[in-house]
């Protein structure tokens, strides 16, 4: 697991919360299988038939931006949580449509509403979207740079730490097993401190992403690392390896391999989110406009007494 926990984005629930490592890094989900699981991806969660495929998560969090991903590979327990709510509420529609539940007359019919009003939303949604398109070669590069130095004071980035960790799992619920893994930590730390933290990361860790990098995470602000390893890092010294630090899922060893001070981000560095912003602002100019001529304000009207009359019948 990855020693970094990136803040939540709005959803695994905005559509989950990004994760990298098991130290840094944690989880994200994809609707489960409608069949039992062929022979092939391994099966991540299963209750009864009803499983969710390693393909699957591997699909979900390639259609996320990168900064999304990252967030949710951050948040293991959001994960955890969300793949169990996934495979219930999975076993309760078969269970539903196993008893016929679906052909119910009361329930047709709203599935009918609910097909009509989703229709018309896609239809209008995409048609929208088709006559408020930006011009691809928007914005300039002048533009760029105008909203940069107009919002420049606000470009701040935190101090940063590149880190490396040795990562133990722990079983659940199980204070022998704990220990054990607790005093294997210890030894590992003893070891890294007077040998090659990489070759022990390599060669023990459980972290396999990181493990092949030597046990190195990435280079992060403290606000997206583990809460409790977070007072730790902030510690150490630069080479310093730290002792076994137990988070929820197992116990990590960070080593410190470098810092980058508090700094304002460069141009270029903000040139994507830039870029993104002034053509979503474009693109809300382009539909008010749309709309403004489709609709003109001075041609709508509303009857309130018909309206009045309409809120009292539905008393």
Known sequence: MNPAQA?????????LRAAAGVLLVSSVGVAAAQQPAAPGPAVVARIGEVTIGQDEIEKLLQTLPETERAAVKADRASLDGWLRQRLVSEALLRDARAKGWADRPDVKAKIDAATREITARIVATSYLESVSQVP?????DAEVRAAYDQGKTGFN??????VAQIYLATPERDPAAIAKVRDEANRLAKQARGGDF??????SSQDRRSAERGGEVDTLPLARILPELRDTVARLKQGQVSEPVQAEAGFHIVKLLDTQPARTATLEEMK?????????????????????QLAPPAQLSIDSAALDAALKKTN
Do not use: C, K
């Open 7 to 15: 803040t939540p984005a709005a959803g695994l629930g905005r559509r």
């Open 136 to 140: 691809a070669g928007f914005p300039s």
């Open 157 to 162: 980035l935190p101090a940063a730490y590149r």
């Open 198 to 203: 990489a070759a022990v990361a390599r060669a």
């Open 272 to 292: 994507p989110q830039l870029q993104a912003a002034l053509r979503q602002q474009r693109q809300q100019q382009l539909v008010q406009a749309y709309m403004a």
